[in-house]
C-alpha cells in the first residue's frame, strides 16, 4: 500500500506551529509496511484542500488528512473529502448526542456550530474519537481510501494506534512485523555513502535509506518478517553488507550521539582532546564536557569572538589550521579540533601530532555551532580510528 499525507491548516503555512503529525503518522505507516512518497501542507481553503485530496488519489491508494475537521467556518476538510469523490455530506443525529454529552462531561457548553461535526461524507466509516469531540472517518471509494484525522496531536496519536493502525492491518493483512534498525555514521557525506551502497537502497525487503542532519548522516535499516526472529536475521545479514563497505564511517547504532562515540575512543586510546571554538560560543566543549567521562578527556579549551580573515578560502583554511596545531602543542593534548565562524562562512580543523585536516563549508545558519560541531568530532572520530589501523 502506497500512501501520501496532507496536513491541514492556514497557521502552519504561516509558520505559526510545527507539523509534528506528518512525521508521526509516517513513522506508524513504515512500521506497518506502508510507502509513504507524499507529504504536502494546505490552508484551510475548500478548493485546494479537494484538489490536493484528488492529486493524491490519483498516485496513491491511500491519503490521510490530519486537521480541519473543527467546529468553525474554515474547518472545511470534511466538505473537501466529500467533494474529492463527489459525495454528499450526511448529518448523524447520534454523532451531534454524543459530541454534547462529551461537553456535558468537560461541564462546558456545546455552542450550535458543533453541529457541522456531525456531518460525515454519504457511507463513510465512522470512527468514534473517544478523546476529543472531533468524529473522524475512513471514506473506501474506487479512487482509494481517504482517511481524516484530527490536527490535535493527542487525539491523532490515540486514533492512529488504536483505530487506524489496526484498520490498515486488517485491509493489508498485515500479520507480521516490522523491525527497524539506524546506524549512525560521522565524518562522510550523505552522498558519498550513496554512492558506497546504492544498490542495497534499491532493494525491496530490508530496506535501506538514507537520512543527512546537522552535518551527520544516518543509514536507516527496515525489515518486515512474519516473527521478530526473522527481521532480526535480516536486519544482522543486510548489516553486514552495508558494515563490509562503509563500516569505517559507523560510530554507534539507534541514538548513541557523536561526542558520546568521541569521548568513548579516546577514553578506550587514553588520549586527549584539545578544543578551539570561534564564534560558536563554547558550544562544543559544552557538548563534550556533558558526557559522562567528557571532563577527563578535555586537555584544553579555548573560546574566541568570531573572526574575519575575508573570502579567501584557502587562506583561511591554511590559518585555522595553524592556530589548531597551535593548541595542540601548547596543551599537549593528542587530538585538537577547531571551528572557525565568519559570515557565511565556517572553518573546521582536526589536528593530530601525524595527520591534519582543514575544510571550510559556505554555510550561514543559526544552527552552525551543531552543524559545525557535528563535522569536528566526526572527522576527530574517524581520525583515531585511522591512527587504530596504522
Given at each position: ?14 509558520g505559526?506551529?510545527v ?7 509516517a513513522r506508524s505507516?513504515?512500521d506497518?509496511g ?5 507529504m ?7 478548493e485546494?484542500?479537494?484538489?490536493n485530496?484528488?492529486m ?8 490521510i488528512?490530519?486537521g480541519g475537521?473543527?467546529?468553525t467556518v474554515d474547518d472545511?476538510?470534511r ?12 448529518f ?5 448526542d454524543?459530541?454534547a454529552e ?6 462546558a457548553?456545546?455552542s450550535e456550530n ?5 456531518y460525515?461524507?454519504a457511507?463513510?466509516?465512522i470512527?468514534?474519537n ?9 471514506i473506501e471509494?474506487?479512487?482509494?481510501i ?10 491523532m496519536?490515540?486514533l492512529?494506534?488504536?483505530k487506524?493502525?489496526?484498520y490498515?492491518?486488517?485491509k493489508m493483512d498485515?500479520s507480521?512485523?516490522?523491525k527497524t534498525?539506524t546506524?549512525?555514521?560521522a565524518g562522510?557525506?550523505e ?8 544498490d542495497y537502497m534499491t532493494?525491496?525487503n530490508?530496506t535501506?535509506g538514507?537520512a543527512a542532519h546537522?552535518g551527520q548522516?544516518?543509514i536507516?535499516?527496515a525489515?518486515r ?8 536475521a535480516m536486519l ?5 553488507k552495508v558494515?563490509?563497505r ?8 539507534d541514538?548513541?550521539?557523536l561526542q ?6 579516546l577514553k578506550?586510546?587514553g588520549?586527549t582532546?584539545?578544543?578551539l571554538e ?7 566543549h559544552?557538548r563534550?564536557k556533558a558526557?559522562?567521562d ?7 579549551a579555548?573560546?574566541r569572538e568570531?573572526?574575519?580573515i575575508g573570502?579567501?578560502e584557502?587562506a583561511?583554511?591554511?590559518w ?9 602543542e601548547?596543551s ?6 577547531g ?5 557565511n562562512?565556517?572553518g ?5 601530532p ?7 563549508y559556505?554555510?550561514?545558519t543559526d544552527?552552525?555551532?551543531?552543524w559545525?560541531?557535528?563535522w569536528?568530532?566526526?572527522f576527530a572520530?574517524?581520525m583515531?580510528a ?5
Amino acid at each position: 500500500m502506497n500512501a501520501e499525507i496532507l496536513s491541514i491548516g492556514t497557521e502552519l503555512l504561516l509558520g505559526e506551529i510545527v507539523d509534528t503529525n506528518s512525521t508521526y503518522i509516517a513513522r506508524s505507516l513504515r512500521d506497518i509496511g506502508v510507502n509513504v512518497f507524499y507529504m504536502a501542507t494546505v490552508g484551510d481553503n475548500l478548493e485546494r484542500i479537494k484538489e490536493n485530496i484528488q492529486m493524491g488519489l490519483s498516485r496513491s491508494d491511500l491519503v490521510i488528512t490530519t486537521g480541519g475537521l473543527g467546529p468553525t467556518v474554515d474547518d472545511v476538510t470534511r466538505q473537501a473529502a466529500a467533494n474529492a469523490v463527489g459525495r454528499e455530506l450526511v448529518f448523524h443525529q447520534e454523532l451531534l448526542d454524543d459530541i454534547a454529552e462529551k461537553f456535558k462531561q468537560f461541564g462546558a457548553r456545546m455552542s450550535e456550530n458543533n453541529r457541522i461535526q456531525a456531518y460525515i461524507p454519504a457511507d463513510a466509516i465512522i470512527i468514534d474519537n473517544p478523546v476529543g469531540t472531533a468524529p473522524c472517518y475512513i471514506i473506501e471509494d474506487e479512487m482509494g481510501i481517504i482517511i481524516s484525522l484530527p490536527g490535535v496531536p493527542s487525539e491523532m496519536k490515540y486514533l492512529m494506534e488504536h483505530k487506524i493502525l489496526p484498520y490498515l492491518k486488517d485491509k493489508m493483512d498485515f500479520s507480521g512485523i516490522i523491525k527497524t534498525r539506524t546506524l549512525r555514521t560521522a565524518g562522510v557525506g550523505e552522498s558519498h555513502l550513496d554512492e558506497k551502497i546504492a544498490d542495497y537502497m534499491t532493494h525491496p525487503n530490508p530496506t535501506v535509506g538514507l537520512a543527512a542532519h546537522r552535518g551527520q548522516t544516518d543509514i536507516r535499516l527496515a525489515a518486515r518478517a512474519e516473527t521478530e526472529e526473522e527481521a532480526n536475521a535480516m536486519l544482522d545479514e543486510m548489516e553486514a553488507k552495508v558494515r563490509e563497505r562503509v563500516g569505517k564511517y559507523i560510530y554507534g547504532m539507534d541514538k548513541l550521539p557523536l561526542q558520546n562515540a568521541l569521548v568513548e575512543r579516546l577514553k578506550t586510546q587514553g588520549k586527549t582532546l584539545a578544543i578551539l571554538e570561534i564564534g560558536t560560543g563554547h558550544a562544543l566543549h559544552e557538548r563534550i564536557k556533558a558526557v559522562p567521562d567528557g571532563p577527563d578527556v578535555i586537555a584544553h579549551a579555548d573560546s574566541r569572538e568570531a573572526v574575519t580573515i575575508g573570502d579567501d578560502e584557502d587562506a583561511f583554511k591554511q590559518w585555522l589550521n595553524d592556530e589548531v596545531k597551535s593548541v595542540l602543542e601548547q596543551s599537549g593534548a593528542d587530538v585538537a579540533i577547531g571551528i572557525a565562524a565568519q559570515e557565511n562562512t565556517t572553518g573546521i580543523a582536526v589536528v593530530t601530532p601525524r595527520h591534519n585536516y582543514s575544510r571550510v563549508y559556505q554555510y550561514s545558519t543559526d544552527d552552525v555551532p551543531n552543524w559545525a560541531g557535528n563535522w569536528g568530532i566526526g572527522f576527530a572520530w574517524r581520525m583515531l580510528a585511522e591512527r587504530d589501523d596504522d
